[in-house]
């Protein structure tokens, strides 16, 4: 069964690792016959959360930006990758805006029009320790359980220090499109 992934990426380079893995993750994802569109918040026009709960009574953000396309593509997904390169062990800050406004989802109304049922998380960073996106995996995890969404698996790319130095990393290129393939390999047949 073909799924439909959309995937969110942060990357403010425009050669910069994550957008390497995202293509290659794209590649092997459309290989396995799965439909993929792309949101990248770096280039969105999006404010983050103002925090005034009006999604939770609404069913929906009252903000009117791209955020507006995010919000049809969460509901037209069935699969979202999250693709950002650590930033302080922390998701870059465009992927981190998205993230807030996930905080419709976290009530019933809301919920039931969020088509996303499994997640993944690529993210690349200078560290070689992977013990430093450990803060990132957390807040990722915890978006997960609010949201009631399933892990898909996560990809932590490291020793990652220059621009485009992933495409020097076969393995790692493998990797993501593996992780592209593997997206159909689950089914809720």
């Excluded at 009574?57 to 990758?81: P, R």
């Excluded at 998380?121 to 969404?149: N, W, Y």
Aim: aromatic share 10%.
């Amino acid at each position: 069964m073909a799924h439909k992934i959309v995937v969110i990426t942060g990357s403010f380079r425009k050669n910069g690792n994550s957008l390497i893995l995202a293509n290659a993750f794209i590649k092997g994802a459309e290989q396995a016959g799965n439909e993929v569109r792309v949101f990248d918040a770096a280039k969105a026009n999006m404010d983050g959360c103002h925090g005034d709960a009006s999604c939770h009574k609404n069913g929906y953000c009252g903000l009117k930006d791209d955020g507006v396309q995010l919000h049809e593509l969460l509901a037209w997904a069935d699969t979202m990758v999250l693709v950002s390169p650590l930033y302080f062990q922390g998701f870059a800050s465009p992927v981190k805006k998205v993230i807030d406004r996930f905080y419709p989802y976290a009530a019933a109304p809301a919920r039931a029009k969020l088509g996303v049922k499994t997640a993944m998380l690529i993210a690349t960073g200078a560290t070689r320790e992977e013990s430093d996106f450990r803060a990132m995996e957390q807040v990722f995890d915890h978006a997960l359980k609010i949201l009631k969404i399933e892990d898909g698996g996560k990809f932590f790319a490291t020793g990652l220090k220059a621009p485009g130095e992933a495409f020097n990393h076969d393995s790692y290129i493998r990797k993501a499109v593996r992780m592209g393939m593997q997206v159909g390999a689950y089914t809720e047949d």
